[in-house]
């Protein structure tokens, strides 16, 4: 049986899950087809860090994007009575004095109030941190649990019967008098949201897509409840059930998700000379963020195909980010909403 929908997004990691949210919010119908391999979403810490870098900078957009992100996940978890939101700060690792000045300097910047805490002592960590240093206290941090919010979305979409768990295949895919045709489904448009997988689209591998490996190891104690996210050669952050995530490297160029025991070895190293607690370690695994050349996401409609979207490209900052510009993609999608140029794939010249 033919069925009609809206909209159909190809993939339900982040960005798909995100876009779904906003779109059903405007009154849209949607059917979501996943097929269900490791997205980066399912590897991430979720953190939100507004102070990135070797320079504690900003993290671009960081002003408007946090506080729309907040609102947005605290959203859905009173609609799907759920939680995933967990504001939690980040103590940055501070090795000498000059990177302690750097910090000052960014307490003493108005632009950064809200975010760059004080500098901290080393008892802050006491009875976490092995050989504590000081740490500088990143204010505005959060981690989003992203395998639980995105299956909350998942179950929505199974018991409204629009989810398919599926590859998508371009092949299948035909022009229809009310927009495309895919299989069973006709939809008024398509918008492709398959992270890193993109560099296989037929018809979005044009665009400049720089995927990279990231390598974690998950360790537990049940009896540590680090109140932080450590940042240091490695970021560490508490999960639930007492396990720790360590992560995680960049492998630029790495399109498969196998687990790298060099990277691993790294992290179990530092895990043994930083981890004040004793810990057995409990999953090692391996994720690719959708990053791009241009280091912003991607928005916007084929420019040879109407009615086929993309909706990628969150990279390293997809729980910060993703809200904001899911909101916007929608609003293109229903009324046309301009999108923001920097991220528009309008920028990106499609190859004559
Ligand atoms: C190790 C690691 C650590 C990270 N840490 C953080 C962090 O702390 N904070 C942060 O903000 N971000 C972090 N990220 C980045 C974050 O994970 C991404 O920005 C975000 O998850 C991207 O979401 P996405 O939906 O675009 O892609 P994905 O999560 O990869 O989802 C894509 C989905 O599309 C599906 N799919 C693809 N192709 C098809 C097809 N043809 N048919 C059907 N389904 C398809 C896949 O199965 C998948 O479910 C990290 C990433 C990694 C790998």
């Known amino acids: 049986m033919n069925r009609q929908f809206d909209f159909l997004i190809v993939g339900q990691g982040l960005a798909g899950s995100l ?18 391999s490791e997205g980066a979403s399912m590897a991430a810490a979720g953190i939100i860090n507004p102070m990135t870098g070797r320079n504690y900078v900003k993290s671009w ?23 995933f939101y967990h504001a939690l700060p980040v103590y940055r690792a501070l090795h000498s004095v000059k990177e302690e000045n750097d910090w000052l300097l960014r307490t003493m910047d108005p632009s950064y109030d809200g975010y760059a805490g004080e500098v901290l002592p080393s008892e802050a960590v006491e009875g976490f941190i092995k050989n504590p240093v000081k740490y500088g206290h990143t204010c505005g941090a959060a981690r989003v649990d992203l395998p639980v919010m995105l299956e909350a979305v998942r179950k929505e979409l199974e018991d409204k019967k629009c989810f398919i768990a599926a590859s998508f295949t371009a092949e299948e895919l035909q022009p229809h008098a009310q927009g495309w045709q895919w299989q069973s489904i006709t939809a008024g448009a398509v918008i492709f949201c398959e992270g890193f997988k993109a560099v296989y689209n037929p018809f979005f591998n044009y665009l400049p897509f720089a995927p990279a490996k990231g390598n974690i190891l998950i360790v537990k104690n049940e009896e540590a409840t680090m109140p932080f996210n ?30 790298n025991e060099e990277d691993i070895l790294k992290m179990r190293n530092f895990a043994d000379a930083t981890l004040a607690f004793p810990f057995e370690v409990v999953e090692q695994k391996a994720g690719v963020r959708p990053s791009t050349k241009s280091r912003r996401p991607i928005l916007g409609q084929h420019p040879k195909h109407p009615g086929l979207f993309i909706f990628n490209g969150l990279g390293t900052k ?9 909101q916007m993609m929608a609003e293109h999608l229903v009324n046309g909403r301009e999108i923001m140029p920097d991220v528009a794939i309008s920028r990106h010249p499609f190859p004559s």
């Open 19 to 36: 876009l779904y949210w906003y779109l059903q919010k405007l009154g849209k119908s949607c059917i979501v087809v996943d097929a269900g």
């Open 61 to 83: 957009m960081v002003d408007i994007a946090l506080p729309h992100a907040r609102q947005c996940y605290e959203n859905m978890e009173s609609h799907y009575d759920a939680r």
């Open 230 to 259: 450590l940042r240091d050669e490695f970021f560490v952050t508490p999960l639930e059930d007492g396990r720790y995530w360590i992560g995680s490297g960049y492998r630029w160029g790495e399109w498969d998700t196998e687990v």
């Open 318 to 326: 997809g729980t910060s980010l993703g809200p904001y510009f899911a």
